[in-house]
């Protein structure tokens, strides 16, 4: 994402993939690869501090924490913290797709008075 690699996000994401923002905005597969090739979303970069992933069969579910550096058209530069859920299939033919991604930001606590 951070390299706005389309060909290979266009491999690992499924045709029906679900993708919530933090902001509530939601997104297909066809319309975040869209904001992402016209620049309309742009990563500077995206670290996972911590997570875990688990294992059901042909599902893997990846929780934890990451850090966000992007740029939006609709709301500019932003510098996150997320919770985040993300949902993976293993297809038939042995790939991993990503079918649903949901964020939460973090809220900084506000300093005491």
Do not use: C
Not at 68 to 78: C, D, I, N, T, Y
């Amino acid at each position: 994402m951070v390299r706005g690699d389309l060909e290979t996000l266009g491999r690992l994401l499924a045709d029906d993939l679900t993708y919530t923002h933090a902001s509530g905005v939601f997104d297909t597969k066809d319309s975040l690869l869209s904001s992402i090739s016209s620049g309309r979303l742009k990563y500077k970069s995206l670290e996972r501090v911590d997570g875990r992933v688990r294992v059901f069969g042909n599902v893997a579910i990846a929780t934890g924490h990451a850090a966000v550096q992007a740029v939006s058209a609709l709301q500019g530069a932003l510098s996150l913290k997320l919770l985040f859920t993300d949902v993976w299939v293993r297809q038939p033919d042995g790939r991993w797709q990503m079918v649903a991604w949901q964020s939460t930001r973090v809220l900084e606590p506000s300093p005491a008075p």
